[in-house]
């Protein structure tokens, strides 16, 4: 099947405390991004990746990291976490970059910071 | 800047209803627009998309038009069923395909 996964899908943690939330697909899709869905807000672009070894800042870079090693893989590094990255994260992918493309959603992963 | 507004929620509406979900956007160029659905405990889907300037995009019953000079994507259904009680944004995408920018997203609630 199709899909975007994400893990973990809910996860709780402390103010300061190394965290990575995986995103993978198997569509073998060349564009991957991450974006925050906040009360309000939206969803708002954090980083997005064009392809392997190449990314770049959405709107909304402030205090987080990804790396893009392989096709399949897109994981959010969050290096020292606090409370106002209390959120609900998504990863989506399309096949190509373009602004006609379909994005297809991974299932989100709840996190909370304390 | 770049932008989507979306009107105001949540929406409530009786079984087979009209709906009209209203969107603008403010972008540079021309952008694609899109219908995102987001049901309960889920990811978003695409719901329909158009990507120039009158344009109707169409799925499953709900439709939008591309309406540059109103720079607008309102979504339309002629009626609802609870089924299709989610949240529902709206999104753009530029030129260069790389950004995505969405609504704050309406969430509509249909009762029998």
């Known amino acids: 099947e199709a899909q975007v996964t994400q893990n973990p899908r809910y996860l709780i943690t402390v103010t300061g405390k190394k965290l990575t939330v995986t995103c993978s697909q198997n569509?073998?899709?060349?564009?991957m991004s991450w974006y925050r869905q906040d009360p309000g807000l939206g969803l708002r672009q954090i980083y997005y990746?064009?392809?392997?070894?190449?990314?770049d800042k959405g709107d909304v870079p402030e205090g987080y990291k990804v790396s893009r090693k392989e096709k399949r893989n897109f994981p959010l590094i969050l290096e020292s976490p606090s409370p106002n990255q209390t959120s609900l994260y998504f990863c989506a992918s399309s096949l190509y970059r373009g602004k006609q493309e379909t994005q297809y959603f991974g299932p989100g992963t709840r996190l909370l910071v304390l | 800047g770049n932008s989507v507004t979306q009107m105001e929620g949540p929406v409530t509406l009786s079984e087979e209803a009209f709906l009209t979900i209203n969107c603008t956007y403010t972008?540079?160029?021309?952008?694609?627009l899109f219908w995102y659905v987001q049901y309960p405990g889920e990811g978003l889907q695409l719901l329909l998309k158009?990507?120039?300037?009158?344009d109707k995009g169409s799925n499953k019953g709900f439709e939008a038009t591309y309406r540059k000079e109103t720079t607008s994507f309102h979504l339309e259904k002629g009626s609802v069923q609870v089924s299709d009680s989610a949240v529902y944004f709206c999104?753009?995408?530029?030129?260069?395909?790389?950004?995505?920018?969405f609504g704050t997203g309406t969430s509509l609630t249909v009762i029998p």
């Open positions: 158009a990507t120039k300037a009158d």
């Open positions: 569509m073998n899709h060349e564009y």
């Open positions: 972008a540079t160029g021309y952008p694609s």
């Open positions: 999104a753009l995408s530029l030129n260069t395909g790389n950004q995505f920018y």
């Open positions: 990746s064009m392809n392997v070894e190449v990314t």
